[in-house]
């Protein structure tokens, strides 16, 4: 039987022995790229033998560069994080041992954030700028896993509960990048629908086309990273039923910039928030609903299709 005091009377980790615990993270994501970009190639392979319009290019282009440049990121910014991750966990209380069991519990918890850190970066203009990356693509396949936006560290402070449950920095590092990992091959079209308890539970690839799709039905559902129950407890969850239609409501043209893609949306706020007269209008084109931002925005380019639609 577990020892209380024991599990949670881990001493702090001193300054100088930091560098350990860097060695001691697993890079996961490092090693698995190779390994999603050679399952990517043959899923690319399948799909042109097959004809099946799975892919482009110049969307599959940008994704990749988009990718690469994550890695990037994620590379400058892990030292920061590590330190951060260690200064809270240093000043908790209830730091917990080194356990390999407790990857477990952390996982449920980190998922459970992921899903509000996620329904809340399609909820708010400011937070979606980090995620519309990840949806621009038009097409579903598994190098859209790679559209990761460069800009995604922003949402750490979603996670900071979860450092404050005194997991210990490894077992904190290493579930948010199996976290990642798992979101790799739910983006395909060749997986189609599992048993219904696994769907009832995970994030398959049926539930995740839901949640890339543009169809007013599928807006905003489904956004479960890992386990798909949460959806369905706070009325977010929607079953795949028509095909989806992949993309954003509005497009972009240039699908092969990583810059553009990572970047359009931000050059949008502030474009939108400079023109906007008064407060209220510009904290509602940074921080309001992305769907009412674009509905807006519509009515203004076009009041008189507006008109037309409203007296049918």
């Known amino acids: 039987m577990i020892e209380i005091e024991s599990l949670f009377g881990a001493p702090p980790i001193p300054a100088d022995q930091i560098w350990t615990i860097e060695k001691g993270a697993p890079n996961l994501i490092l090693w698995g790229a190779p390994i999603m970009l050679a399952l990517t190639a043959i899923e690319m392979i399948i799909t042109y033998i097959q004809e099946k319009p799975y892919y482009d290019k110049w969307e599959t282009l940008g994704s990749t560069l988009v990718g690469l440049g994550s890695l990037v990121v994620g590379a400058a910014v892990k ?37 509000w850190a996620h329904r809340i970066s ?34 750490i402070i979603f996670f900071l509960p979860v450092a404050l449950f005194g997991f210990h920095p490894i077992v904190f590092f290493t579930v948010s990048q199996v976290a990642v990992l798992f979101q790799f091959w739910v983006h395909t079209e060749y997986i189609r629908r599992l048993p219904r308890w696994i769907e009832y539970i995970f994030a398959t690839p049926s539930n995740h086309r839901v949640h890339h799709g543009s169809q007013e039905k599928y807006i905003d559902k489904n956004y479960g990273a890992t386990f798909i129950f949460w959806d369905r407890l706070f009325g977010t969850y ?4 028509e095909p989806p ?11 092969a910039n990583p810059f553009h893609i990572n970047f359009h949306e931000l050059q949008d706020i502030i474009r939108d928030v400079r023109q906007a007269k008064g407060f209220r209008r510009k904290w509602f084109f940074l ?12 009515q203004a380019a076009h009041p008189k299709a507006v008109v037309e639609d409203q007296s049918v």
């Not at 239609?245 to 699908?255: E, L």
């Not at 921080?287 to 519509?298: D, L, N």
């Open 79 to 115: 030292l920061g994080l590590l330190y951060g991750a260690v200064w809270i966990y240093n000043q908790m209380p209830w730091r917990m041992e080194l356990q390999w069991w407790t990857l477990i519990p952390c996982y449920l918890i980190f998922d459970f954030f992921s899903y």
């Open 122 to 155: 399609h909820e708010h203009r400011f937070w979606w700028a980090t995620h519309v990356v990840h949806h621009s693509g038009e097409h579903y396949n598994l190098s859209v896993s790679f559209r990761l936006s460069w800009i995604q560290n922003l949402k």
């Open 238 to 241: 929607q079953l795949e039923e």
């Open 245 to 255: 239609v992949y993309g954003i409501t509005t497009n972009i043209d240039n699908k």
């Open 287 to 298: 921080f309001g609903s992305p769907i009412e931002v674009a509905r807006q925005k519509q």
